[in-house]
């Protein structure tokens, strides 16, 4: 669909990586369509087999995506008698939410998953294990960000725009040092960058591991709440976490650099993690 290739060229936002992967899990469905035959019947076959995999939340965010570009077709571009791609933007719903609750998985689930992993996800799955990153910010991790220990993410890299650092516990700190510095991005594939964890692999695992109800954000959930199983206090979890809060930025003071590094560390005390190290 040409729509979607202009929209990927044109949009500047951090977000475009994933919109992209959205649009490309949308086209076996609509990309053979003109534009004023995408509406929510001609989607319906699209959301019901993504109702299979993900939560309705997610099902919304790639509609968004969608919305915007019937959007910028309709009031935006215009062809070359001056004429609008599109007539109207048709209304896409939004779909109710399944109320689906967080689902941090246990030490026994954590094993049984990674022993499903292929080793260049399971690296990125324990990461994630250990830091409470986002999906987003693990696929956008560089080695420019590695200083003494940690990572330091700028603002165009968070989901709330605020700066943020990544103490490493003993585990992270391991799997990190063990990687190859061959390429500009730290996790990759086949010598490219991710720009998603839940793909195929990701699926197969989960079901090999019957853990079908764990999605990639639990894992930053599983961090949290073995954090606070630790006895962390709620500010440094939510300082670990990312949070939006005014208490830490990339300006901390070692103090405070240790003192999350001992929370962190927390967490490794409880369980003899090295065990699910896979070496690159």
């Not at 035959?37 to 939340?57: A, C, D, F, W």
């Not at 990190?176 to 500009?184: A, G, V, Y």
């Amino acid at each position: 669909m040409s729509a979607a290739t202009k929209y990927l060229k044109e949009e500047d936002k951090k977000s475009l990586p994933r919109d992209a992967q959205a649009l490309k899990r949308v086209m076996p469905y609509i990309g053979s369509l003109p534009l004023s035959y995408i509406h929510m019947g001609t989607l319906e076959p699209y959301i019901k087999e993504r109702q299979q995999i993900v939560s309705n939340g997610t099902i919304n965010r790639e509609l968004a995506v969608i919305r915007r570009i019937l959007t910028l077709a309709a009031r935006v571009w215009r062809d070359r008698d001056n004429q609008p791609w599109l007539r109207e933007a048709p209304l896409l719903r939004l779909l109710k939410s399944n109320g689906r609750k967080p689902y941090p998985i246990s030490w026994e689930e954590q094993h049984r998953l990674m022993l499903e992993l292929p080793d260049y996800l399971a690296n990125i799955v324990l990461f994630a294990l250990n830091t409470g990153c986002r999906d987003q910010e693990m696929c956008r991790l560089k080695w420019s960000d590695y200083q003494s220990g940690l990572f330091v993410l700028s603002g165009d890299k968070t989901k709330n725009g605020e700066e943020r650092i990544v103490p490493l516990n003993s585990i992270a700190k391991r799997l990190i040092d063990s990687l190859p510095r061959k390429n500009e991005h730290v996790f990759t594939q086949h010598g490219r960058p991710f720009t998603r964890i839940t793909g195929t692999a990701w699926t197969t695992a989960r079901k090999k591991a019957n853990l079908l109800q764990c999605r990639a954000h639990d894992l930053r959930h599983t961090f949290g709440r073995r954090l606070r199983a630790a006895g962390v206090s709620l500010e440094d979890r939510e300082d670990l976490l990312g949070h939006k809060s005014h208490r830490i930025t990339t300006h901390y003071s070692k103090a405070e650099i240790d003192n999350l590094l001992v929370a962190a560390e927390k967490i490794v005390s409880n369980r003899n993690q090295h065990l699910f190290l896979r070496v690159a």
